[in-house]
């Protein structure tokens, strides 16, 4: 350094610390370490990374060369498994069974050999059943679609056109049942000024002459039981119907053998009189009779082989029968759930009435002749215009079979007789029940009402009884 150089000279700041040296030093000591440490594992990690890449591969050439193998033989079961299946060479069953298979029956540019080649590997691939399963389960859609499809009919109400021997029948039933139903009317209003008194005393004589009822005759009618008897309508002869298939006519009241009616190969279950029909009138129909084989028979006085025979009922139970109050129908009770109506004029069913879900057992007419009344095995009654066809009254009320019906001579008035041990009265004006008589301990076979007045009816059971039941409270209303 030369003498001419000037020299300078700084002047040292002068440093101020706050807190002791011994934390500072510890601060820098723990930034030195965490330095080093990250500065070590960045080598780490990219040695690692090194060592991964230079890991050597291996290629299983052995299990490779296996599946190719499988698939191979695979491919060869599934050609000759092809070859062995039997395809129609039809084309138009081909197009059939690949629209089952839901595939294309038709590919670009493919004939029908192709056709069949694809169908035969379908089946091949899929199973032999693939067609047969797709046609069951075609089978069990379209059986499902029918079902729903009669669910649907059943549940509409449908019309067919009736013949024109109905329309006679019901314009010949309207003419004949308005005057008698106008007579009756009249009869009722002359019957409403005749005192209370009077009608009681009447009523008081004619229970006394009840009571005071014995056995007139007995007779045997037959070697097997007895199911159904009727009377004329003068009372002077009995008809009577047994299991063994013969009906015998009687002569009352002293009970003698008439004439004996022999036609029915079954039990006969139902016996009529026709009305307006006297005795001497040997070539009108005059009786009717009903068997279990559905064999309706019609007779008349003094011949024992029937007259005609109605077989439209077979093979169903007929179970009672009726004539209408004019004696030109006859209505029957079948066991396939329906009742009938025959002209015996125009000789052929007029009328096939449905409407009970079971077998219908009994059948009735109502005097004026304009109503029909019928009593299942569904437990409930049925009350039917003949002059419309249309069921003007449903009868809901008992718990078991209806056996028995019958109307009252006042038109309105209405009785049945059931499984349930009881009788109920119904009445057609209000279409409701009046009053339920708990008439018996046993099924109730049979019920009637008194013809003239219908002021009592008698009822048959099985328990082996036959009672007469009063009512008059209704007549003096």
């Not at 056109?161 to 019901?170: C, S």
């Not at 307006?276 to 279990?292: H, I, K, P, R």
């Not at 879900?357 to 029909?372: E, L, P, T, W």
Request: net charge neutral.
């Amino acid at each position: 350094m030369s003498d001419d150089e000037e020299v300078l000279y700084v002047k040292r700041q002068k440093t101020i610390h706050y807190g002791s040296l011994e934390e500072t030093m510890e601060n820098r000591v723990k930034h030195a370490r965490i330095e080093t440490e990250s500065s070590n594992a960045v080598p780490t990690a990219a040695s690692n990374s090194s060592n991964n890449s230079q890991l050597p591969e291996y290629f299983d050439i052995e299990n490779e060369m296996e599946k190719d193998k499988m698939a191979l033989l695979e491919e060869f079961e599934r050609k000759k498994k092809a070859r062995q299946i039997n395809v129609s060479t039809d084309d138009a069953e081909i197009k059939k069974n690949l629209r089952a298979l839901n595939e294309p029956i038709v590919l670009f540019g493919e004939g029908p050999a192709d056709r069949r080649i694809r169908l035969r590997e379908l089946i091949a691939m899929l199973g032999d059943n693939a067609i047969k399963k797709t046609d069951d389960e075609d089978k069990r859609i379209s059986t499902k679609e029918q079902q729903q499809q009669q669910q649907q009919d059943s549940n509409q109400t449908w019309f067919h056109e009736a013949p024109d021997t109905l329309r006679v029948a019901r314009l010949w039933i309207a003419d004949y049942s308005l005057p008698r139903a106008r007579k009756r009317l009249e009869e009722a209003r002359e019957q409403s000024q005749i005192p209370s008194a009077t009608k009681a005393s009447r009523i008081v004589e004619l229970q006394k002459k009840i009571q005071a009822l014995m056995p007139q005759c007995s007779q045997i009618g037959d070697t097997r039981p007895i199911s159904a008897c009727s009377f004329n309508s003068d009372s002077t002869l009995l008809l009577t119907a047994s299991w063994s298939g013969l009906c015998k006519v009687w002569s009352v009241p002293d009970c003698e053998l008439v004439q004996v009616l022999r036609g029915h190969a079954n039990n006969v279950g139902g016996v009529a009189f026709r009305n307006n029909v006297t005795t001497d009138c040997f070539a009108e129909v005059s009786m009717a009779t009903c068997s279990a084989d559905g064999m309706v028979k019609l007779w008349s006085f003094k011949s024992e082989e029937s007259v005609a025979d109605i077989t439209g009922h077979m093979p169903h139970r007929v179970s009672r029968l009726a004539f209408h109050p004019s004696g030109r129908f006859l209505g029957t009770a079948c066991y396939d759930a329906s009742w009938r109506l025959w002209d015996l004029e125009q000789r052929q069913e007029v009328l096939h009435q449905e409407g009970h879900a079971k077998a219908v057992h009994a059948i009735a007419f109502q005097h004026d002749g304009s109503v029909a009344l019928s009593g299942g095995l569904d437990a409930f009654g049925r009350v039917w215009d003949l002059r419309t066809g249309r069921c003007i009254m449903f009868l809901d009320g008992h718990m078991g079979n209806i056996y028995a019906v019958d109307f009252s001579s006042n038109g309105y008035h209405m009785i049945t007789g059931s499984e349930d041990h009881t009788c109920k009265i119904w009445d057609l004006r209000k279409r409701q029940i009046l009053y339920t008589i708990p008439a018996h301990v046993n099924i109730v076979s049979d019920v009637k009402y008194q013809k003239n007045g219908g002021h009592f009816i008698v009822s048959s059971s099985y328990d082996n009884t036959v009672k007469v039941s009063f009512f008059t409270k209704f007549y003096f209303k």
